[in-house]
């Protein structure tokens, strides 16, 4: 069989997908830690019950995107009222690694093979290698990441390490 699995790139794209997720909650809880605003309250003040956000976050489930603005606005709303902190950045949410995982997400949707992909950005082996505190992380939630994901992740990994071992002196 090939180093490239027939669903690897599927399932790194459904992997890169739960990383983004997590990394949105997370920055998001951070947020509303940041100006001591609870899950509940969270939830309350956007209309919803109160283990809403807490659900989002265990479970990372892929918010609506009205429903983010309407989280994001009520962080807004209850840290302006009850904070010092009324300003709350929306790079806070969306930073620079969020986007570089998302930018490579998209790159396997249009290049379609991992092998491709990694010829073609060498940075990447450092991006994968980066990769792996969101996978760890993400095999620690309950019925998240499959086993086929990790797999998929671990056998990029190898041949990145190999590739950059060869090719960049790692």
């Given at each position: ?142 019925d998240v990441v499959t086993p086929n994901e990790t797999d998929a992740y671990y056998r ?15």
């Amino acid at each position: 069989m090939s180093n490239n699995e027939p669903n690897d790139t599927e399932l790194l794209q459904s992997l890169l997908n739960k990383i983004i997720l997590y990394r949105i909650t997370r920055n998001m809880d951070k947020v509303i830690k940041d100006r001591n605003i609870t899950h509940a309250e969270l939830s309350g003040n956007t209309g919803r019950s109160g283990n809403w956000f807490n659900k989002i976050f265990n479970g990372l489930e892929d918010m609506r995107l009205s429903t983010f603005i309407k989280a994001y606005v009520a962080v807004l709303k209850i840290s302006g009222n009850e904070s010092k902190h009324n300003d709350v950045e929306i790079t806070s949410v969306f930073d620079e690694e969020l986007f570089r995982i998302t930018s490579v997400s998209l790159d396997l949707s249009i290049i379609d093979n991992i092998d491709d992909l990694l010829s073609s950005d060498k940075d990447l082996y450092d991006f994968f290698f980066g990769l792996k505190v969101y996978v760890e992380a993400l095999k620690g939630l309950r019925d998240v990441v499959t086993p086929n994901e990790t797999d998929a992740y671990y056998r990029v990994l190898e041949r990145v390490s190999h590739d950059g071992r060869n090719n960049n002196g790692f």
